[in-house]
């Protein structure tokens, strides 16, 4: 008996009347129920909200907006939902009138926006009232829990708009605040620039009065220097002045006498001049002879010498030794002397001559200026009075002097310390004041002072400065297609099992037979895969070309899917051939088991720890992985193993299918008459 007769005959007998035609047919059509009709009733439930009815409720009095005009944002709010049509939404008078309809069942949920909604908006504007603006949701699980998270998504999105406009407003008003904060800091700045120039004309000009204070501090020294010496010397003036007074009456007393006195001088002295004028003529005129006298003696003897020489007595030779020795001997030493002498004497009786001609002119002068002079000694004494009363007036003026000196001094030494302190605190108004003006001009350069297009950029992004650039490897088109892979791979498991509720694992025929067990084993598997292979493809035909599932790879997805109903066959033909009845039971446990820990809906991590070994174990897991991959458009490098793995479990389902064999072949009691039955 071979593997294929053994198959056709269990096909065969299901199919030998029009009753097990039908079973077969309806069975290879219930992995429609729970994948094409699941997703034909779920593909696109968010396209339908707006047969949902919602309550909206705007109850928002509106506020003044920052540049005066009227905001209404929940109105604006309420419009832009109803133009969306996502819910049907039905607007309510008021708030307790739409909870009571969400209580009822009426509404889905309800929406309120509150009476201070735009003022909230707005307040952000002043630091003293700032305010969340609210909106106000009502749900009801008891209508439906799905739509609680539908609504939060909703309302969250809402938030989203409505805080990055309002955002964005205030982001502008803000960079328009910076804008003035900049402007005025530049003119703080200059301002400050200024101040610095003035406060340096104030240091320059304190440094110069300081040097004018401290010439005035050291001429104010000298002025008391000179004022002490001047008190001295007038107190000195005031002394020698009382005693040229007193010096000087004594002399008018003294040279009363004295023009009568110059008179008779004066006389003498004339007489003495004419005296000694007489006696100098005389003398001058000896002089005078004893010159002549000489100069005619050589003469006399130049004549002598030329009469002898025409007498012939005596040569020129003798002429002239006799010349030379006249002049040798009025040249010797005695006549020179006594010529000398002679010479000198009328000399000096010419001096005397002269000098008491001068004595006798000075004599007479004096004795006409004498009476001047005695009444300018008696000017001079009363002078002299008058000026010692004046010394006493100067010497006390000048300790006034000294007095007010010494005062000005002790003030130029405090004006001068004055006068430092203020160049020293000058100085450092000025650097404080530069240094002021440098930061501030920095300060001013790191302030923003955006224009118009600037601001509306970047107050764009403060108001939302998180985008999110979303790069989708591999995308569902819609929510059935992103529930297709679990919901097909659950159809194909549930598909197999139902076949075990009408199709015998083994036929008692074959476990009678001598063929191998494994043959029997092959032969009881093949039927269920044939039939689960018509089921995948009839399910893989309507949820394609009948709901649009448009796979990316349609023709690996549905081999794939042929591999997964041939390792799902195997292993539940496999699991009740070998445990009978109680099998079936053990394919629903493990049936449960994987629908929890398959990752289908949520992901597998999410499971808790215990439902990870099932994950890793069970087929189901890798099959739903598989089929997004060949669904979205992944990566098909673990489809590979993925296949592999299910070939895996069907030598698995056929080393368990084979194992029934060999314990079915040896009848019991329990054989003839099992306990249960179903």
């Given at each position: 008996?071979?593997?294929?007769?053994?198959?056709?005959?269990e096909?065969?007998?299901?199919?030998?009347?029009?009753?097990?035609?039908?079973?077969?047919l309806a069975?290879?059509?219930?992995?429609?129920?729970?994948g094409?009709?699941?997703l034909?009733?779920?593909?696109?439930?968010?396209?339908?909200?707006?047969?949902?009815?919602a309550?909206?409720?705007?109850?928002?009095?509106?506020?003044?907006?920052?540049?005066?005009?009227?905001?209404?944002?929940?109105?604006?709010?309420?419009?832009?939902?109803?133009?969306?049509h996502?819910?049907?939404?039905?607007?309510?008078?008021?708030?307790?009138?739409?909870?009571?309809?969400?209580?009822?069942?009426?509404?889905?949920?309800?929406?309120?926006i509150?009476?201070?909604?735009?003022?909230?908006?707005?307040?952000?504007?002043s630091?003293?009232?700032?305010?969340q603006?609210?909106?106000?949701?009502?749900?009801?699980?008891?209508n439906?829990?799905?739509?609680?998270?539908?609504v939060?998504?909703?309302?969250?999105?809402?938030?989203?708009?409505?805080?990055?406009?309002?955002?964005?407003?205030?982001?502008?008003?803000?960079?328009?605040?910076?804008?003035?904060?900049?402007a005025?800091?530049v003119?703080?700045?200059?301002?400050?620039?200024?101040?610095?120039?003035?406060?340096?004309?104030?240091?320059s000009?304190?440094?110069?009065?300081?040097?004018?204070?401290?010439?005035?501090?050291s001429?104010?020294?000298?002025?008391?220097?000179?004022?002490?010496?001047?008190?001295?010397?007038?107190?000195?003036?005031?002394?020698?002045?009382?005693?040229?007074?007193?010096?000087?009456?004594?002399?008018?007393?003294?040279?009363?006498?004295?023009?009568?006195?110059?008179?008779?001088?004066?006389?003498?002295?004339?007489?003495?001049?004419?005296?000694n004028?007489?006696?100098?003529?005389?003398?001058?005129?000896?002089?005078?002879?004893?010159?002549?006298?000489?100069?005619?003696?050589?003469?006399?003897?130049?004549?002598?010498?030329?009469?002898?020489?025409?007498?012939?007595?005596?040569?020129?030779?003798?002429?002239?030794?006799?010349?030379a020795?006249?002049?040798?001997?009025?040249?010797?030493?005695?006549?020179?002397?006594?010529?000398?002498?002679?010479?000198?004497?009328?000399?000096?009786?010419?001096?005397?001559?002269?000098?008491?001609?001068?004595?006798?002119?000075?004599?007479?002068?004096?004795?006409?200026?004498?009476?001047?002079?005695?009444?300018?000694?008696?000017?001079?004494?009363?002078?002299?009075?008058?000026?010692?009363?004046?010394?006493?007036?100067l010497?006390?003026?000048?300790?006034?002097?000294?007095?007010?000196?010494?005062?000005?001094?002790?003030?130029?030494?405090k004006?001068?310390?004055?006068?430092?302190?203020?160049?020293?605190?000058?100085?450092?108004?000025?650097?404080?004041?530069?240094?002021?003006?440098n930061?501030?001009?920095?300060?001013?350069?790191?302030?923003?002072?955006?224009?118009?297009?600037?601001?509306?950029?970047?107050?764009?992004?403060?108001?939302?400065?998180?985008?999110?650039?979303?790069?989708?490897?591999?995308?569902?088109?819609?929510?059935?297609?992103?529930?297709?892979?679990?919901?097909?791979?659950?159809?194909?498991?549930?598909?197999?099992?139902?076949?075990?509720?009408?199709?015998?694992?083994?036929?008692?025929?074959?476990?009678?037979?001598?063929?191998?067990?494994?043959?029997?084993?092959?032969?009881?598997?093949?039927?269920?895969?044939?039939?689960?292979?018509l089921?995948?493809?009839?399910?893989t035909l309507?949820?394609?070309?009948?709901?649009?599932?448009?796979?990316?790879?349609?023709?690996?997805?549905?081999?794939?899917?042929?591999?997964?109903?041939?390792?799902?066959?195997?292993?539940?033909q496999?699991?009740?051939?070998?445990?009978?009845?109680?099998?079936?039971?053990?394919?629903?446990?493990?049936?449960?088991?994987?629908?929890?820990?398959?990752?289908?809906?949520?992901?597998?991590q999410t499971?808790?720890?215990?439902?990870?070994?099932?994950?890793?174990?069970?087929?189901?897991?890798?099959?739903?992985?598989?089929?997004?991959?060949?669904?979205?458009?992944?990566?098909?490098?673990?489809?590979?193993?993925?296949?592999?793995?299910?070939?895996?479990?069907?030598l698995?389902g056929?080393?368990?299918?084979?194992?029934?064999?060999?314990?079915?072949?040896?009848?019991?009691?329990k054989t003839?008459?099992p306990?249960?039955?179903?």
């Amino acid at each position: 008996m071979t593997v294929l007769r053994l198959a056709r005959s269990e096909l065969k007998r299901m199919t030998g009347g029009l009753l097990p035609k039908l079973t077969i047919l309806a069975l290879t059509m219930v992995p429609l129920l729970y994948g094409a009709v699941y997703l034909y009733a779920n593909w696109d439930p968010y396209g339908n909200l707006d047969k949902i009815d919602a309550a909206l409720v705007v109850q928002d009095a509106g506020a003044a907006s920052s540049d005066g005009t009227e905001l209404q944002a929940g109105r604006k709010v309420a419009d832009s939902l109803v133009e969306g049509h996502v819910f049907n939404w039905q607007q309510v008078a008021t708030a307790e009138e739409a909870d009571a309809g969400v209580q009822s069942g009426k509404y889905a949920f309800a929406l309120k926006i509150p009476k201070d909604f735009s003022a909230n908006l707005v307040s952000p504007g002043s630091f003293d009232a700032a305010n969340q603006a609210m909106l106000n949701v009502t749900t009801n699980d008891a209508n439906n829990y799905l739509l609680s998270t539908i609504v939060d998504k909703l309302t969250t999105a809402v938030h989203s708009t409505v805080a990055k406009e309002v955002g964005e407003e205030t982001a502008n008003q803000l960079l328009t605040g910076f804008g003035t904060i900049h402007a005025q800091i530049v003119k703080a700045a200059d301002g400050a620039a200024k101040l610095a120039d003035g406060v340096g004309k104030l240091s320059s000009g304190a440094a110069s009065l300081h040097d004018g204070t401290s010439q005035l501090r050291s001429g104010a020294g000298e002025l008391v220097a000179g004022q002490t010496k001047l008190r001295d010397g007038a107190k000195q003036l005031d002394d020698g002045a009382g005693q040229l007074s007193a010096g000087l009456g004594e002399l008018k007393d003294k040279t009363a006498s004295l023009p009568a006195d110059t008179r008779k001088l004066a006389d003498g002295a004339a007489q003495v001049a004419a005296g000694n004028a007489q006696l100098n003529a005389k003398v001058q005129d000896v002089v005078g002879q004893l010159e002549a006298f000489d100069a005619g003696a050589r003469d006399r003897v130049i004549a002598a010498n030329a009469r002898l020489m025409e007498a012939g007595v005596i040569d020129q030779e003798q002429a002239d030794k006799i010349l030379a020795d006249y002049d040798a001997a009025a040249g010797s030493a005695p006549v020179a002397d006594a010529k000398a002498k002679i010479a000198a004497d009328a000399a000096k009786i010419q001096q005397l001559s002269d000098g008491s001609a001068a004595v006798s002119a000075g004599a007479a002068k004096f004795a006409a200026a004498t009476p001047a002079l005695t009444g300018a000694i008696g000017k001079a004494s009363a002078g002299a009075d008058q000026l010692s009363a004046g010394a006493a007036t100067l010497a006390a003026g000048q300790q006034t002097a000294l007095n007010g000196a010494s005062a000005l001094a002790d003030g130029a030494a405090k004006l001068d310390d004055g006068a430092a302190q203020l160049a020293s605190g000058a100085a450092t108004a000025a650097d404080g004041s530069r240094t002021l003006a440098n930061e501030l001009a920095k300060g001013a350069g790191k302030i923003p002072n955006p224009d118009d297009s600037q601001k509306s950029e970047v107050s764009k992004v403060i108001a939302d400065p998180v985008a999110v650039n979303k790069v989708s490897q591999a995308k569902a088109g819609s929510y059935g297609a992103g529930l297709a892979p679990f919901f097909l791979t659950l159809a194909l498991w549930i598909g197999v099992f139902m076949l075990v509720q009408a199709m015998r694992p083994i036929t008692q025929r074959a476990l009678a037979s001598n063929a191998p067990s494994w043959k029997i084993a092959v032969g009881g598997w093949l039927p269920f895969f044939a039939v689960s292979v018509l089921q995948a493809s009839i399910l893989t035909l309507v949820v394609n070309f009948g709901l649009g599932l448009n796979p990316v790879h349609p023709v690996l997805m549905w081999l794939f899917m042929l591999a997964a109903a041939m390792a799902f066959s195997a292993l539940i033909q496999g699991v009740v051939a070998l445990l009978g009845t109680p099998g079936k039971f053990v394919v629903l446990i493990l049936l449960v088991l994987q629908l929890v820990s398959s990752g289908g809906t949520f992901p597998w991590q999410t499971t808790p720890e215990p439902l990870h070994v099932v994950h890793q174990i069970m087929p189901m897991g890798y099959v739903v992985t598989g089929m997004r991959h060949l669904v979205y458009g992944g990566e098909l490098s673990m489809i590979l193993p993925t296949v592999l793995g299910l070939l895996g479990y069907t030598l698995l389902g056929a080393a368990l299918s084979t194992l029934a064999v060999r314990k079915h072949k040896y009848w019991t009691l329990k054989t003839l008459k099992p306990e249960i039955a179903v």
